[in-house]
């Protein structure tokens, strides 16, 4: 027996599909709508360190189910590109001086070798790079037509700040408020960027949500990030000194009007307009350190529940419109900018941030809301009928918001509102690496778009991304490329210097797939009336809000502009689970990295250098844990057909599950035994005709639920029960002294979508000269799935009294005679007549005896 040469066959059938274009893909005519499928993998970074092991799983996936359509008549596109400008390749130029475009073209020279290696059957000719120029002119260009639209605007905003670095910092860059590359607090800094008015089309981002086949979780967070909710707009006036109202007024949102006889103090935000206005001289020391000390945390920090409250008073008291009552007004981190309008009414006996912080500064707490609690010693949240709120007491919570509306529209204090957690989207980045933002400023003309027929606006080509020192891009120094002439009046002008966050290109990928070579459009209306919306959309949950929030959005604008046919871009989706790696913790529950571990003779793991004992925990791969798992290596020593099987095999697909070398080395075992099973003799006997020999009777049934099986196993994603149905079958098989050649035959179809290379090296070796991708998937006849004999239940006035083997499919009348026959009925069919005979096909027979 031959071992199996996987290390030939791999590369072998990789050159084959390279230079033969097997899975190039066109728009051909002869398909119908519902016969065209385009399945879209969310595209990678390309990182330095590579793929590990994670990547593979969804990419894996997404192939098995184009490979099985394809072989069920599709056309099938399936593309591959990548998300190429950001951070870490320009924070890696500032600190190696190589420019970021030559370590992102090496990173991406390597994700492809990687890839390929694993046998995907991409349409190579179409892969994209978010950091070419003929890429990134069309996301430039879709740009404009937001510009155009009024749909992006300039904006003062704040961003993260480090005073050691001189640069502002994505949040991604900013770890437990301080920089993640040198360790420095960061601050706020306010400075001039560019937004788009996502919030335009937020209750359209809403509404389509009920549209589209996506995990209901996912659904959900979409939903909480837009955060719609109705409630209202409440005035308060500001009071001078003595108690007087003042022409100062300050603006509530808030979703519970009908408690404002509970209001008893307010809070704005450090940011908020306001705060200079409202501080009194004796407070304002107080208030510019808090407002200081704000500014060095997240949002994050500011919101987290858990997190002890803090606030200074502003000095200043406002009247509470209901009651003419003073409250005082104070400043605190809890409360955002980007909610509402940046300042609340508190109503601390029913909210429990609101009653914390009343608890702590000694605040009023008054119940409006009828409770079975004492809410000085603990806040009601729960609803309740109205007390101590004067005409609205006895009411329910529907009818007082009602009334309180009426009444604040009535003295014109306040207003029914809609309000939005989601907030526009800061679209600048202060650094090199990214899209320039095609416009220009001129003073005479003001902001200018520059001409759709000179772009792309490339990247200047420099050899220093140093910071400025202001905040500003790198490329606000290059005064050779910042200096311009205004497109409209041909006067003096300036580029602008911000770039395009990451998200600007990864926001419409799937659409230049459909046409990548096209110089005269993002992608042609054919191409795009052709595939469109994508069928199926496989990623990562961690891109769960963001970027599909984001891309809904760049993708209506498109259908409102009349550029795609579709209001939404994914129709399906689906989140894969994390592949996690084995790691090692102390009792104190840090980890330790794996190569300072051992195991010792009871089985046990050790830190090497303590002798303390640790237990074995799932956790992330992280190169800091030494725990990353390299697919080159696991592909190097078992093939890459058993890598892709193990990463289908190790459970469902969208679960978490962390990598076992041993499962691997199964899945290599189980392959090497396909490939023993190929040397035995071929027979040329039909399997479809009738069969005398049982073996043979019982291999066919066993390779008939195996088809079954895995084309639903395969259609529904569920392909680690495909996995293990095929392993039973080849069990079956392993018995025989030879294969029906035609079962073997159809046995390779379905193994080759999930292991293709063995697939079409033993597809070769059945005698065929072309490709098995297209093969058509097999069939399989219902009728070998039903059982040759049943078990038939004999019951003599409903009660069971024996039980019988009978041919499947029997009739009536040859059930009963063989019923009465039964040595379990006879005793009590004895001395009586039969009434009645019941017969349940191939399960019962029951009489009705007298």
Not at 382 to 399: A, R, T
Not at 508 to 515: H, I
Request: with cysteine.
């Amino acid at each position: 027996m031959s071992k199996y040469p996987f290390e030939s066959i791999e590369p072998k059938w990789q050159k084959y599909w390279e230079e033969n274009k097997t899975f190039k893909v066109r728009e051909d005519a002869s398909f119908p709508k519902e016969k065209r499928m385009y399945v879209l993998d969310m595209f990678p970074y390309p990182s330095a360190a590579g793929l590990h092991v994670g990547h593979p799983e969804g990419y894996t996936a997404t192939d098995i189910y184009c490979r099985y359509l394809r072989m069920n008549g599709y056309n099938v596109l399936h593309p591959m590109g990548y998300d190429a400008f950001g951070l870490p390749a320009e924070n890696y130029a500032i600190k190696t001086g190589t420019h970021p475009a030559t370590t992102t073209n090496a990173n991406i020279e390597h994700f492809t070798k990687q890839i390929k290696s694993l046998g995907f059957s991409y349409d190579w000719d179409r892969c994209v790079s978010t950091c070419d120029s003929s890429y990134y002119k069309w996301t430039q260009w879709i740009f404009l037509q937001l510009f155009k639209r009024g749909l992006a605007y300039e904006s003062n905003t704040p961003i993260n700040w480090c005073p050691s670095c001189k640069t502002g910092l994505a949040n991604e860059e900013v770890k437990e408020g301080k920089c993640d590359r040198c360790g420095t607090q960061v601050t706020h800094k306010t400075i001039r960027q560019w937004v788009l008015k996502i919030t335009a089309y937020a209750d359209r981002l809403l509404e389509d949500l009920d549209t589209l086949d996506w995990p209901e979780s996912v659904k959900l967070m979409q939903r909480n990030w837009i955060g719609k909710s109705t409630g209202a707009e409440v005035t308060f006036t500001i009071a001078d000194k003595d108690g007087k109202p003042t022409d100062q007024k300050l603006t509530v949102y808030t979703t519970r009007c009908d408690t404002l006889f509970g209001a008893t103090y307010m809070v704005v935000s450090p940011e908020h307009p306001l705060v200079k206005q409202l501080t009194t001289p004796e407070q304002k020391a107080f208030v510019e350190e808090y407002v200081e000390l704000s500014a060095k945390k997240s949002d994050l920090e500011r919101t987290d529940l858990n997190k002890d409250k803090t606030g200074v008073f502003s000095g200043s008291y406002a009247i509470n419109p209901v009651n003419g009552k003073l409250i005082p007004v104070w400043i605190a981190d809890y409360v955002l900018i980007s909610y509402g309008t940046g300042a609340i009414m508190a109503v601390p006996a029913h909210d429990d941030r609101d009653w914390e912080f009343a608890k702590k500064f000694n605040l009023p707490i008054i119940e409006v809301l009828k409770s079975d609690v004492n809410v000085q010693e603990q806040p009601w949240t729960q609803d309740g009928i109205h007390v101590n709120s004067e005409f609205l007491d006895g009411l329910n919570k529907k009818d007082a918001i009602e009334k309180m509306l009426e009444f604040l529209e009535e003295k014109k204090i306040g207003k029914k509102a809609v309000n939005y957690k989601l907030r526009d989207w800061i679209f600048s980045r202060q650094r090199y690496w990214g899209e320039p933002i095609p416009l220009v400023h001129c003073e005479k003309c003001g902001i200018v778009p520059v001409p759709e027929e000179e772009l792309p606006l490339e990247l200047p080509n420099v050899k220093s991304y140093q910071p400025t020192g202001t905040g500003e891009s790198p490329l606000a120094g290059i005064e050779s490329w910042v200096n311009c002439t205004c497109p409209k009046c041909g006067g003096k002008a300036r580029r602008e210097t911000n770039t395009m966050p990451q998200w600007g290109g990864s926001c419409w990928y799937y659409l230049r797939y459909l046409d990548p070579k096209n110089n005269s459009a993002f992608c042609s209306k054919e191409a795009e009336n052709y595939w469109m919306p994508v069928d199926l959309y496989v990623g990562g949950a961690e891109h769960a809000v963001l970027h599909l929030l984001y891309a809904r959005f760049w993708h209506k604008v498109l259908y409102d502009l009349g550029l795609v046919s579709t209001k939404e871009p994914f129709q399906r989706l689906v989140n894969q689970g994390m592949i996690t790696s084995f790691a090692y913790q102390r009792k104190n529950k840090t980890l330790v990295p794996v190569d300072e571990v051992e195991q010792h003779s009871d089985g046990l793991w050790y830190e090497k250098a303590t002798g303390e004992k640790l237990e074995q925990v799932v956790a992330k791969m992280s190169k800091s844990l030494k725990n990353v798992v390299n697919p080159d290596d696991e592909i190097k020593q078992y093939g890459a057909d058993s890598v892709r099987m193990y990463e289908m095999f190790m459970g469902p697909l969208t679960m978490s599950k962390p990598w076992n070398t041993q499962g691997i080395i199964g899945i290599h075992r189980f392959l090497e035994k396909v490939w023993s099973l190929s040397e035995k003799p071929l027979s040329d006997i039909d399997i479809t005709g009738h069969l005398t020999d049982e073996k043979l009777v019982a291999l066919r049934k066993s390779f008939a639920q195996t088809i079954s099986k895995v084309t639903n196993d395969t259609n529904t994603l569920n392909f680690n029960t495909a996995i293990s149905q095929m392993m039973i079958f080849v069990n079956d098989l392993s018995k025989m002294e030879s294969i029906p050649r035609a079962m073997w035959s159809d046995f390779v179809k379905i193994l080759s979508v999930y292991a293709p290379h063995i697939g079409e090296e033993l597809w070769q070796k059945l005698g065929n000269d072309k490709t098995i991708a297209y093969e058509k998937w097999p069939a399989f006849n219902e009728e070998y799935l039903k059982d040759d004999e049943k078990t038939i239940v004999v019951m003599v006035n409903g009660k069971l009294r024996g039980k019988f083997q009978a041919p499947s499919g029997s009739a009536d009348d040859v059930l009963i005679e063989m019923a009465k026959n039964d040595e379990g009925a006879k005793k009590f069919l004895e001395g009586k007549q039969i009434v009645k005979s019941v017969v349940v096909k191939d399960k019962l027979v029951n009489f009705v005896a007298k």
